[in-house]
């Protein structure tokens, strides 16, 4: 994301705050037994966008209801680091366990931790993330009951769209509106929280804790349907992580359920046959032939357009908000969302 010089230095200080909440986040999983630390040292190298922790510190900043960015970012303290380790603690957790119901081998170009070191350690590992992510939400000095319930609310709803994917799984006949159900609660619900506890902990009204949380959903919903085009038409070598896992676990993604609601009876039992060759890791050319389907029915590019339409709500709902450094580097985040290509 090319930074205007102009917000250059709100940049800086978020950078700078980062570096609080990495030092929080490594000294939070900390043990006494060495091989808890070599495989917390390891899945440290998840961390990537650090887009939940980015929200908590942006919207921070955006929100603090007096004038003047220097006031502004003397409101930035350290339960705002607490909180914001604590979201991307939780984010780490489901990002293991994914790959072990993934079968992953790569995530962030390195080996996932189930390939290194089984299923059974990367189950217990996330784990220790969750539960550590709990014992440091328990340390927020103000407001700690508050951000302990989004907190925990966020965990149970996440896990519940986990679910509901898995009860889904192989069902290509889901509808819209259930992709829509499991995306918002597995991956936009975190993300809301995080853009709600950065402006809680700058003593937003609840009026603008809301507005702030009704912007990391969208964002948060666009940002998933991103990585479905991603896992379609993305290379390893680019995405950074395994692709077409989606397919080869018959998850159902927003350009699959679109294709095969709009295609006609042939073309949809053709696709239905590119499906299965797929989780049978039928190789390149059947992946090209389904990226082809898709495009026939427009259904990539029905998915790009809902994305790009969710910023634009997104974006839509910081109208309210003063003008400031912070606000407009969150409408520049909105915007890469959906330009990113990894």
């Known amino acids: 994301m090319q930074m205007p010089a102009n917000l250059i230095p709100v940049s800086e200080f978020v950078g700078e705050k ?9 000294a939070q999983l900390a043990s006494d037994l060495p091989p808890v630390n070599q495989l917390c040292a390891h899945v440290e190298r998840y961390r990537g966008k650090m887009l939940r922790p980015t929200l908590v510190l942006l919207c921070g900043l955006a929100a603090y209801a007096r004038a003047g960015s220097e006031e502004a970012e003397r409101s930035i303290g350290e339960d705002h680091e607490r909180a914001a380790a604590v979201c991307e603690m939780v984010h780490m957790a489901t990002l293991v366990h994914d790959d072990v119901l993934d079968e ?10 189930n390939r290194l070191r ?3 350690a990367a189950v217990i590992l996330g784990d220790y993330l969750i539960a550590s992510a709990y014992h440091l939400c328990s340390q927020i000095r103000h407001g700690g009951h508050r951000s302990a319930l989004a907190v925990g609310r966020a965990s149970m709803v996440l896990c519940a769209g986990e679910l509901l994917q898995l009860h889904h799984r192989d069902n290509y006949s889901l509808d819209e509106r259930t992709y829509f159900e499991i995306v918002d609660r597995k991956t936009a619900e975190l993300i809301a929280t995080s853009c709600e506890l950065g402006a809680f902990h700058s ?3 609840e009026a603008m804790c809301a507005r702030l949380s009704e912007f990391g959903r969208k964002l948060g919903v666009a940002f998933q349907i991103q990585d479905d085009l991603l896992d379609l038409t993305g290379t390893e070598a680019s ?3 395994s692709v077409g896992k989606d397919l080869e676990k018959g998850k159902m993604t927003l350009p699959l359920v679109h294709h095969l609601a709009s295609a006609d009876a042939l073309t949809r039992g053709r696709t239905l046959a590119l499906i299965e060759s797929a989780g049978e890791r039928a190789g390149a050319g059947a992946e090209e032939t ?12 029905y998915a790009s357009e809902t994305a790009t339409r969710l910023v634009r709500e997104a974006k839509a709902l910081l109208e309210a908000l003063a003008a400031s450094p912070a606000k407009s580097v969150l409408l520049l985040m ?7 290509t990894y």
């Open 203 to 205: 003593g937003a009204d």
């Open 290 to 301: 389904l990226r082809a389907a898709l495009a026939s029915t427009g259904s990539i590019r």
């Open 18 to 26: 980062m570096a609080g909440v990495t030092r929080r986040f490594e």
């Open 334 to 340: 909105a915007d890469a969302v959906v330009d990113r």
């Open 118 to 120: 089984g299923n059974e």
């Open 239 to 241: 995405v950074g992580k």
């Open 104 to 113: 992953a081998d790569t995530r962030r170009r390195g080996e996932t931790v």
